[in-house]
T-cell receptor, first 117, second 117 residues
Framework: AQTVTQSQPEMSVQEAETVTLSCTYDTSENNYYLFWYKQPPSRQMILVIRQEAYKQQNATENRFSVNFQKAAKSFSLKISDSQLGDTAMYFCAFMSYSGAGSYQLTFGKGTKLSVIP | DTGVSQDPRHKITKRGQNVTFRCDPISEHNRLYWYRQTLGQGPEFLTYFQNEAQLEKSRLLSDRFSAERPKGSFSTLEIQRTEQGDSAMYLC???????????????FGPGTRLTVL
């Protein structure tokens, strides 16, 4: 079974600064996907960024980038130029094919990020 | 694009009562997932549908839980004889068919928050 660990329950960052959220995972599989999802207060979860395990190049989406270290099973999220709207719970998630046709997500416990004006 | 919708958004019930939640996925999506999220935790997988077939169920899905997806469109999740431990946010997600080039992104609904008194 896969596990996802987010070791930082809460973090804060000054507006316009950079922050990095940590995530490690455990799996015996070779082909999988990794995701960061954002869940703003009382709002639905949205995808921030995804990474395919077979790609060595780190994914980037505007101000969001990841540092994917496959051997270390590490997948951190860097948010540059933090904005007030980035305040949210951030979940790291692992996805692999289960054999029954399911691509279920396994989530970490989340990191609550507060952006301070 | 109307997104994934869930109804109701909030449900308060007394212990022992039955409750039913509904999820309407994005119309082009043939895969549908239910997750449960308790306070301070990441979502946990409950069950998966491909079209109308329920192909996978988590061990979290006790006998009191049943899910259906008639005609492969909307889905319902029913909890019978609710217990206080069932209090949680129930999330629905949908995604494109497996052979779609879009890599397995799951789109989440706003969730149904269940409180069992």
């Amino acid at each position: 079974a896969q596990t996802v660990t987010q070791s930082q329950p809460e973090m804060s960052v000054q507006e316009a600064e950079t922050v990095t959220l940590s995530c490690t995972y455990d799996t015996s599989e070779n082909n999988y996907y990794l995701f960061w999802y954002k869940q703003p207060p009382s709002r639905q979860m949205i995808l921030v960024i995804r990474q395919e395990a077979y790609k060595q190049q780190n994914a980037t989406e505007n101000r969001f980038s990841v540092n994917f270290q496959k051997a270390a099973k590490s997948f951190s999220l860097k948010i540059s130029d933090s904005q007030l709207g980035d305040t949210a719970m951030y979940f790291c998630a692992f996805m692999s094919y289960s054999g029954a046709g399911s691509y279920q997500l396994t989530f970490g416990k989340g990191t609550k990020l507060s952006v301070i004006p | 694009d109307t997104g994934v919708s869930q109804d109701p958004r909030h449900k308060i019930t007394k212990r022992g009562q039955n409750v039913t939640f509904r999820c309407d996925p994005i119309s082009e999506h043939n895969r549908l997932y239910w997750y449960r999220q308790t306070l301070g935790q990441g979502p946990e997988f409950l069950t998966y549908f491909q079209n109308e077939a329920q192909l996978e169920k988590s061990r979290l899905l006790s006998d009191r839980f049943s899910a259906e997806r008639p005609k492969g469109s909307f889905s319902t999740l029913e909890i019978q004889r609710t217990e206080q431990g069932d209090s949680a946010m129930y999330l629905c997600a949908s995604s494109f068919p497996r052979d779609d080039p879009r890599p397995n992104e799951q789109f989440f609904g706003p969730g149904t928050r269940l409180t069992v008194l």
